[in-house]
């Protein structure tokens, strides 16, 4: 080959490689005081299930809509606990009747009482002058200890009427609850992920119906080298670059940092990378911008993120804030 050929191949050379470094440098790079590594969009799955076996008689939400906290997702057949419930209110209204016949039964006691005490005060009075006899005096004593011993009784009812009655309704509020189990609810707002099962279906206490994704807690897992791990802050800020959304940069924040040292996955780094020991850390995203873009939120993605460690180190102008309109 001339040499002159030789000498124009290494210059071209040189001048690509200078050129991939000052893009790398200067237009997609990072400044020091800014660590970067890759990662995926995750979110809270939370499943939701029932308490109480049964049926499934309808599933509302299909997979992919969204659904608030407290909203109705599926509904188990409820006949029978529905019976249940009206025995145990008819269970309720008999123990009631019987504390009212317990206190009536009572309000005659105490009149046979005040009776009895007035004929011995009355057979005393008798005796005391000599116009009644010995055993006149006992018989009214044994009277009024025999309507007292009733009175007693009676009152013992109207204990055992009122435990009976806070029974009953015990068993109510157990039946309304296992009703109301029967109403499977979300206990957050979210997109639903998966439905596991479907109508007619018959399940287990704490058999699965649907999984919803909570988009109020999204988060990007990632791996730094301890040298940079250690640096790091909680709340530190960090941005974040999804490869299917290359024009848009999303705010986050650290919110967690592995205690112990581990390795990273291999499907995130290298060989080379895999052998030394990196920190598990987590980028949590901001409640406020998820709501505002949850419909383009979605688990899975992958990109690239990048962590403050110095806070004195300003963001470059490429991971300037952009967010969808």
Do not use: C
């Amino acid at each position: 080959m001339p040499r002159l050929a030789i000498i124009l191949l290494f210059a071209a050379a040189l001048a690509a490689g200078g050129w991939t470094l000052w893009r790398y440098e200067f237009a997609g790079g990072v400044p020091e005081g800014i660590a970067m590594a890759n990662g995926r969009v995750e979110a809270t799955q939370v499943d939701i299930a029932t308490r109480i076996p049964g049926r499934v008689l309808e599933i509302l939400p299909r997979e992919g809509d969204m659904v608030e906290a407290g909203a109705l997702v599926a509904r188990l057949d409820s006949a029978e606990i529905d019976a249940q419930v009206l025995q145990a209110r008819a269970e309720v209204e008999r123990a009631r009747q019987s504390l009212t016949a317990a206190q009536a039964t009572r309000t005659s006691r105490e009149a046979e009482l005040l009776f009895a005490r007035q004929e011995l005060h009355r057979a005393e009075q008798l005796a005391d002058q000599g116009y009644a006899p010995q055993e006149r005096l006992d018989e009214r004593r044994q009277l009024v200890q025999t309507a007292l011993a009733a009175l007693n009784a009676s009152t013992a009812a109207i204990h055992e009427a009122t435990a009976a009655i806070a029974v009953a309704e015990a068993a109510v509020q157990r039946m309304e609850v296992l009703q109301d189990d029967t109403r499977i609810t979300s206990p957050v707002r979210g997109r639903v992920q998966y439905r596991l099962v479907e109508p007619g279906a018959v399940l287990a206490a704490g058999g699965r119906i649907a999984t919803v994704l909570d988009l109020t807690d999204v988060w990007m897992t990632v791996f730094l080298p301890a040298d940079e791990a250690g640096r790091l802050r909680y709340g530190a800020e960090a941005r974040i670059v999804l490869d299917a959304a290359p024009d848009y940069v999303f705010p986050a924040s650290v919110s967690f940092v592995a205690a112990e040292a581990q390795f990273t996955p291999k499907t995130v780094e290298t060989q080379s990378e895999r052998e030394d020991l990196m920190f598990r850390v987590k980028l949590r995203a901001p409640a406020d911008m998820l709501r505002r873009i949850e419909d383009r939120v979605k688990v899975g993605l992958r990109g690239m993120a990048y962590v403050r460690i110095d806070p004195q180190t300003p963001w470059p102008e490429n991971l300037a804030l952009r967010l969808p309109d």
